[in-house]
DNA sequence: AGTGAAGACTTCAGAACTAAAGTTTGAAGA
DNA sequence: TCTTCAAACTTTAGTTCTGAAGTCTTCACT
C-alpha cells in the first residue's frame, strides 16, 4: 500500500493542536477563527470550481463573465480596466480575451470614437453562463447556510463586515492591483 | 487622465447591489456573508504574502515550511506526501524543493533503508523562517480580531465550525486531492 | 503641420504550474 | 532466479501567468 500515514489532510481541532506544539504563545481561539475561515473559503472554491466547470468554463473566464455583468449594462469594458479589476497584468487579459473570444463569451473590437482603446463586449452566451453559474451558486449557498437562523445570518454578516473594514481600513492597497472578485 | 471610471474596486454594498440588479433571485443576506468572507479571506492572504515577502520567502515556500513543521519532529516528509498535502502534482513538488533545496531551507536524501523514497528535512534555517513568519502572522491576527469581545470570538469561532461541518459533509473531497493549508 | 510624449494594448521571454511519459527501485509469483 | 508489476520520483511538453519591450494612436506644444 505505501500510503505513508498522516498524509490525509488533519481535522481543525488536530491542526490547532499542532500548531500550539510548535508555537507556544498562539491563541487557540484566534486560530480557531482564522483557520476555519481559511478552510472554508478554500472549500466553497473548490464547490465554485466544480460548477463552473460543470458548465464548461474555467474559473478564470468566471471571473471575467463576473466582472463584465457588475460593470452593468452595456456590459462593456477595455482589457486594461479589466485587468486591473481581477488583478492580473494586461498581458495575462489580452490572452484570456482571445480564449473567450473563441469560445463566443465575449466579442472584441476597437472603439472607433477612439481607436487606441479596445472594448470587450459580454455575448448573450456569455451572459446566459453567467446566469447558469449564478443559479448554481445560490443553490450551494442557501444550502451552506440552512442551518443558520436568520438572527445568526445577521449577526455573521456584520461581524464579517467589521473585521473587512478593520483590514481594508490596515492596509491601503496590495501594490495598487485589486485582487480577484468575489 | 483616461483613467476610466468604475474601475477602482466597488465597495461591498455596491457589489451587493449590482448582483441584485443582475440577478433578481438573490438573497442578499446569504451574498452578503459569502462575499465578506470571500472578501475578507483575500484581503488577509495579501497580507500574509506581504509578511512571507519581507522575510524573503514566497508563499509557495512558506506552505512547504507549514507542512513540514505541522508533520511534527523530526520534520521529515517525501516529496508525495507533500504534494498530495499541498493539492500539487508531485512533478511541481520536485520542482518547488529544489528551489528550496539551493536556498537551504530543506535538505533533499535518498531513504537509504528504501531507496525508492526521498526524504525531505527542515534545515534550522527553515525552521527559524517558519516562527518569524508565524510571529509575524499571529500579530496581525491579534490586531485584525481586535475589535471582537471573547463571546463573539466564541460565537464567529462556533458558526464558522459548524458552516464547516457541513461543507465538508456535502463535499467528500475534491477530486481525492486536498487543497493548500490554512 | 511636425515633433515629442504619454497611453492602451500586444508581443516576447522566462517562471511555475499540470498531465503524461519515463526511470529507478522494491516486491511477488512462475 | 527471472520476470513482471507497482510505487516513487523525475523529466518532458504544453498552459497560463508576470515583467519588460514593442507598436500604434492620440494629444500637446512649437
Do not use: C
Amino acid at each position: 500500500m505505501a500510503e505513508t500515514p498522516g498524509v490525509t489532510e488533519p481535522t481543525l481541532e488536530e491542526q490547532i493542536a499542532a500548531y500550539q506544539r510548535e508555537f507556544q504563545d498562539l491563541d487557540p481561539q484566534v486560530e480557531k477563527i482564522v483557520s476555519a475561515l481559511s478552510r472554508l473559503n478554500r472549500r466553497m472554491n473548490v464547490a465554485y470550481g466544480r460548477q463552473t466547470s460543470a458548465l464548461g468554463i474555467s474559473n478564470a473566464e468566471w471571473e471575467v463573465l463576473k466582472a463584465l455583468v457588475l460593470s452593468g449594462a452595456p456590459y462593456r469594458m477595455g482589457p486594461g480596466d479589466l485587468a486591473k479589476r481581477l488583478g492580473l497584468t494586461p498581458a495575462a487579459m489580452t490572452h484570456r480575451i482571445d480564449r473567450m473570444v473563441t469560445e463566443g463569451l465575449v466579442t472584441r473590437e476597437r472603439d472607433e470614437s477612439n481607436r487606441v482603446r479596445v472594448i470587450v463586449e459580454l455575448t448573450a452566451e456569455g451572459r446566459e453562463k453567467w446566469l447558469e453559474a449564478m443559479r448554481l451558486a445560490t443553490v450551494f449557498e442557501e444550502d451552506l447556510l440552512q442551518d443558520l437562523s436568520p438572527e445568526e445570518r445577521t449577526a455573521l454578516g456584520e461581524v464579517l463586515t467589521r473585521l473587512l473594514r478593520r483590514v481594508e481600513h490596515a492596509q491601503p492597497d496590495a501594490g495598487g492591483r485589486l485582487a480577484d472578485l468575489d
